[in-house]
């Protein structure tokens, strides 16, 4: 029978919240329930055999894969404590099974755990991810992270990649903005995904920013020309300063 932790810990909360009624300005809740987290760690519960949520997966290690499923099945969410016990236990090799998985729940767990343990994963795997419309943004965002950390040679895949792409989304420009600079291919790719995305001028003018790359100064320029919306317009023009660009001929 799964055992739903969370359901537990809110349980936990709602009867020292009524118990406590009246003690509690509203504004101080958020706080309490962040205290009452930690405790809730090594308190023992009739539902989890007398257990506490730290030592319940202790004796289930062998069992864990199996839980997961079952968690999976029921529609019961997946808890932080099934996710360190998974961490704890799962070897490289099936934490790689994971993330080859096509399930994108199995995908995600995979890589979290290999954060922790550092099963090896091929860059064409998270290259992959990070296209794949079927990976949530939860995935995408802990393959980007990997990716990130991976160095040069990975990130040239990835450049390599979003080259062939008509419209690259935020997620990859931020990898290859924060580890690329003054790249002409780069920038390009960069202004590119700028004009195709004008409804997150702010967004995709951070990108270049932290590319550095002057070389994008007439291409922004014209655009500032052409911006009525304020908050874009202005994000433009703090680039345009960032990069060495002025913005008085622009205003005129």
Same mark, same amino acid.
């Given at each position: 029978?799964?055992?739903?932790?969370?359901?537990?810990?809110?349980?936990?909360? $709602?009867?020292?919240?009524?118990?406590?009624?009246?003690?509690?300005?509203?504004?101080?809740?958020?706080?309490?329930?962040?205290?009452?987290?930690?405790?809730?760690?090594?308190?023992?519960? *009739?539902?989890?055999?007398?257990?506490?949520?730290?030592?319940?997966?202790?004796?289930?290690?062998?069992?864990?894969?199996?839980?997961?499923?079952?968690?999976?099945?029921?529609?019961?969410?997946?808890?932080?404590?099934? &996710?360190?016990?998974?961490?704890?236990?799962?070897?490289?090799?099936? $934490?790689?099974?994971?993330?080859?998985?096509? +399930? +994108?729940?199995?995908?995600?767990?995979?890589?979290?755990?290999?954060?922790?343990?550092?099963?090896?994963?091929? *860059?064409?795997?998270? &290259?992959?991810?990070?296209?794949?419309?079927?990976?949530?943004?939860?995935?995408?965002?802990?393959?980007?992270?990997?990716?990130?950390?991976?160095?040069?040679?990975?990130?040239?895949?990835?450049? @390599?990649?979003?080259? $062939?792409? +008509?419209?690259?989304?935020?997620?990859?420009?931020?990898?290859?903005?924060?580890?690329?600079?003054?790249? @002409?291919?780069?920038?390009? =790719? =960069?202004?590119?995904?700028?004009?195709?995305?004008? *409804?997150?001028?702010?967004?995709?003018?951070?990108?270049?920013?932290?590319?550095?790359? *002057?070389?994008?100064?007439?291409?922004?320029?014209?655009?500032?020309?052409?911006?009525?919306?304020?908050?874009?317009?202005?994000?433009?023009?703090?680039?345009?300063?960032?990069?060495?660009? +002025?913005?008085?001929?622009?205003?005129?």
């Amino acid at each position: 029978m799964i055992v739903d932790i969370e359901k537990i810990f809110k349980q936990y909360v $709602t009867a020292y919240l009524v118990k406590n009624k009246g003690k509690i300005d509203a504004d101080k809740i958020q706080d309490v329930k962040n205290e009452l987290y930690i405790s809730f760690q090594d308190t023992a519960f *009739d539902e989890l055999d007398g257990l506490t949520p730290n030592t319940y997966y202790d004796d289930k290690t062998n069992l864990l894969e199996q839980i997961l499923k079952e968690h999976f099945d029921s529609g019961v969410k997946v808890n932080d404590y099934l &996710i360190d016990a998974l961490k704890r236990n799962l070897s490289k090799d099936k $934490t790689l099974e994971f993330i080859n998985s096509a +399930d +994108d729940r199995l995908v995600k767990i995979g890589l979290e755990i290999a954060q922790f343990n550092g099963a090896e994963i091929t *860059d064409n795997r998270l &290259i992959g991810l990070l296209f794949d419309k079927n990976s949530s943004q939860d995935t995408k965002e802990l393959a980007a992270i990997i990716l990130k950390e991976s160095g040069c040679s990975a990130v040239n895949k990835l450049i @390599d990649k979003c080259l $062939t792409e +008509d419209n690259v989304p935020g997620v990859l420009c931020d990898i290859i903005a924060g580890t690329t600079y003054k790249r @002409d291919d780069v920038t390009q =790719l =960069l202004l590119s995904s700028l004009n195709k995305n004008l *409804d997150s001028v702010p967004e995709f003018c951070s990108y270049l920013s932290r590319h550095g790359d *002057d070389s994008a100064l007439d291409s922004l320029c014209a655009l500032a020309k052409t911006v009525t919306d304020k908050i874009a317009l202005k994000e433009l023009f703090m680039t345009i300063e960032a990069l060495g660009g +002025d913005i008085d001929s622009i205003k005129k």
